[in-house]
Structure formats: C-alpha cells, structure tokens
C-alpha cells in the first residue's frame, strides 16, 4: 500500500539531538528495502504560488494557501504492507524527532 509521508516543521521539537536519527542513513535504508519510492525537500513557502480559479477566473496568490507556524519542509512517498510498517518508517525519521510527520494513504481506485 502506498503512503504519502508529509514531512513537517513543528513548535516543539524534541531537545536532545543525540537521539535523532541521521536522515541520510534513513534514506539509504529505506531506499535499499523499496520502501521509500521518491521524496523531496521543498523550498520554503514564500516561494508558493496558490491556484484557484473562481467564476471561471484564474486567481493567482504569491505564497503558501494556510498561514500556519507549521509548515511542509518535505515528502517522500512509501511502499509499505500496511500502516503499521508506515508508522514504524516515519517513527526513524529525523523529521518524526524535530518536526512531525503525516502518513495519508493513497486512494485505491
């Protein structure tokens, strides 16, 4: 089943770095097995550009759509048996430590 892993920003960060785990050791491992099929980290939001299209107008807004602290640093997309194995995934990730992580499963379909 395929998970889309939204890495994110959070306002309370864990305190001791000793225990984060290094990202590029996560990537490695996870690649190696197949679980990770692509990810990416993103630019910062100033640099979003919102689509809409209202009474068949196109209206185009400079930076990101929600005015939140937290905020969407990345992605990777995950190949996982179930949620479990997803959790246990996102659970080595730095991100899980400094930030937050959201797992949402693909739509079958």
Wanted: with cysteine; proline share 6%; charged share 30%.
């Amino acid at each position: 089943m395929k998970y889309m892993m939204f890495v994110c920003t959070d306002t309370e960060p864990e305190t001791d770095e000793s225990q984060v785990p290094d990202i590029e050791q996560w990537v490695a491992e996870n690649d190696a097995a197949g679980r990770r099929v692509e990810g990416n980290q993103l630019v910062p939001p100033a640099s979003a550009t919102t689509v809409r299209v209202r009474g068949g107008e196109l209206l185009l807004s400079d930076g990101p759509f929600a005015e939140t602290k937290e905020v969407i640093v990345g992605f990777d997309i995950l190949e996982c048996a179930d949620l479990d194995e997803a959790i246990e995934v996102a659970r080595a990730h730095p991100m899980a430590w400094n930030g937050r992580v959201e797992l949402r499963p693909f739509a079958q379909g």
